[in-house]
């Protein structure tokens, strides 16, 4: 008898959660379109079954699959990225409290947290996630919770990640992150020592650009505070849409490590091309994150930009006569996108400020799909090419 082992990432993907029996002998899970259940006895509110509290089958297989390819104990779906971010954010701060936030967010979660928060009584700090040593100087008696993304976009940029755990540790703090960008596969927050980590599931975790979705994932007392909020909030995900997050969820490893792959062969390309001036790819030895990223992470995601030595006029350019990528925001599906973050995510910047983040106007975007690596790098290089 061959030894009896724990089940890997691959394996967890397709079988943890699952419905033990299966239900009517499906061998996937339906979808149940129901908004409410009969009653069983329940004797909270939040255990009534109703689609709204988030704790119908398609919720709870889901729940179950993510808590365990992220090695926490508990997870939690949300109706898009921003409903996990917005409701964890409005559970573990209220009226009075401080919260210390990385520079350079998602922009979605940089306009949540300067405008609505501040309007609810909540101050928020901005912070340098690469310079611990200035942490403390912002610490209040007030302060909170503190929140880093894994990753930042476009520049791929890595915090001090190890140095944020020891910091709330030592200071009391609830410690979020944003690990979109890694996904489960590349990073598990709550292994190094995070509270919370948060998706987009929009992007890697359903990896299909079909549907909108998100998710909380921690430790069973703090997700589930998270949930009771979300059931008063209201930001629940739809079952069909938990369908299709699920059946995409299944292939999240086989799908990362081809998003690993093809975009480290595509920014070693890039980076060896005269047409263009820097690559950012924290899989580079020239990515000045190289060795964090390979410290953290066990690979660098499908997220990279470059820079064109023609600048704007060079990326339309390369833009019109690209075959494959759609120009579109959003990532993290199976096709590769391309955007120019000048006129899309950080359109809302001044010219000025956005020079200062480093974003310049020829800077390009690529989210990199699963197509074959060659198949891209050969568009590339005719798109760059001389007309
Ligand atoms: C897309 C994104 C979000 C917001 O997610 P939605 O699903 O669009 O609400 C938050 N954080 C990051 C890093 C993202 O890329």
Redesign the pocket.
Known sequence: MPKKTKPQRNTLLVHAGEPKPRIGGAVVLPVFQSSTFEYDGQSSYHDLKYIRLNNTPNHQTLHAKLAAVEQAEAALVTG??????STTLLTVLKAGDHLLIQKG??G??QDLVTTELPALGIEVSFFDGDRPETWESQLRSQTRAIYV?S?S?PLLDIPDLAAVVSFARQHGLVSLI?N??PSPVNFRPCALGFDLS??????YLNGHSDI???AVIGSRPLVDKVLHRLNHLGGSLDPHACFLFHRGVKTLELRMRQHNASALAIATYLESHDGVEKVYYPGLASHPRHARAKELFDGFSGMLSFELAGGAEAADHLFRRLQFPAVAP???GVETLITRPATTSHAGMSPEARREAGIGDGLIRLSVGIEDAADLIADLEQGLGIS
């Not at 948060?198 to 992007?203: D, F, Q, R």
């Open positions: 898009s990225g921003m409903a996990a971010i967010l998602y979605g979660t993304e990753m976009n944003d979109t960008f948060l998706h987009s599931a929009t992007k909108v979705a998100g959003s990532l993290g």
